[in-house]
């Protein structure tokens, strides 16, 4: 795995509308006590799009935290107000905060595997922090929502050294996923590869790869550490069985976890935010602070 490292940044500045709205949306703590940047950094030789994030008080040490986005390609990418309000809240919150776009998005160079070679680029963030002089790199969580959920189970099988984590309406059994919502397989075919897929009923000659990609199947290999496992209870784009199946297995193994289904929920948990943004907190305050 090739070093990697920063090759630009650039603060984000928002216009004032924008930071009315990041005020209304996060909290005005949020936007005048953290500091957000986009970058561009190297991931096996790729020229990679990403963020980081961390508090305006650099004169100490933060914990820091990869934040891992759902969708493929650009859609589900995250923009400059969106990561100004994301990653400044957990800034806000104390951690140093680093977040790929994955490669082939954003500009980036590559591209986009959905669980393959990408991991890299997750991977790839954790020597950033040699350059962010207020990261504690030894404190490492690691969060991911949907895709981003899929992302991080991948990540954690690779490197055990992360103390806590958090999925949020985590894909962690592929084939299910598209099964349930035959909207997901177009999006396999695209990222993963057309060629994989030729034969569509049943799923037959993707299957290795949707597999291998699913926590479901290798839950055993993942780190034994503190599991916080979030889900809408009526998401209709990853099911919440999901959710179960992982935590049933973390139980099995004896694996600190817990499982939260809010009621109603939809796949982004919009009307749950405040309930999630507590959950998450109070998580990374007791296992990563």
């Not at 982004?268 to 907190?281: A, G, Q, T």
Request: glycine share 10%.
């Amino acid at each position: 795995m090739s070093t990697a490292k920063i090759i630009e940044r650039k603060l984000i500045k928002l216009n004032e509308t924008q930071t009315k709205m990041v005020i209304s949306g996060w909290s005005k703590d949020v936007f005048e006590n953290s500091v957000v940047e986009k970058i561009t950094y190297i991931s096996d030789g790729l020229r990679v799009k990403g963020f980081i994030a961390y508090p305006e008080d650099t004169s100490k040490k933060y914990p820091c935290i990869i934040w891992n986005r759902g969708g493929g390609g650009n859609k589900g990418a995250i923009d400059e107000f969106t990561a100004r309000g994301i990653y400044g809240q957990l800034a806000c919150w104390g951690y140093v905060v680093f977040a790929s776009q994955y490669r082939g998005n954003a500009g980036g160079e590559g591209k986009e595997e959905f669980g393959g070679k990408d991991v890299n680029d997750i991977l790839n963030l954790i020597p950033l922090a040699d350059e962010i002089p207020s990261a504690d790199k030894s404190k490492w969580g690691i969060e991911g929502w949907s895709r981003g959920g899929m992302m991080t189970y991948l990540t954690l099988k690779r490197n055990h050294n992360f103390k806590c984590a958090v999925l949020v309406g985590a894909i962690s059994d592929l084939k299910q996923n598209a099964v349930d919502n035959p909207e997901m397989l177009k999006n396999y075919k695209a990222l993963i590869g057309e060629e994989y897929f030729s034969e569509l009923t049943p799923i037959k000659s993707g299957e290795e790869k949707l597999l291998e990609r699913s926590a479901v199947n290798f839950a055993e290999q993942l780190p034994s550490i503190p599991y916080l496992i979030i889900h809408g209870g009526k998401d209709e784009i990853v099911s919440p069985i999901q959710s179960i199946r992982m935590a049933e297995k973390f139980r099995e193994l004896g694996y600190e976890h817990k499982l939260v289904i809010l009621d109603g929920g939809d796949h982004y948990l919009k009307k749950h935010r405040k309930k999630v943004d507590k959950l998450r907190r109070v998580w990374y305050e007791k296992y990563l602070g």
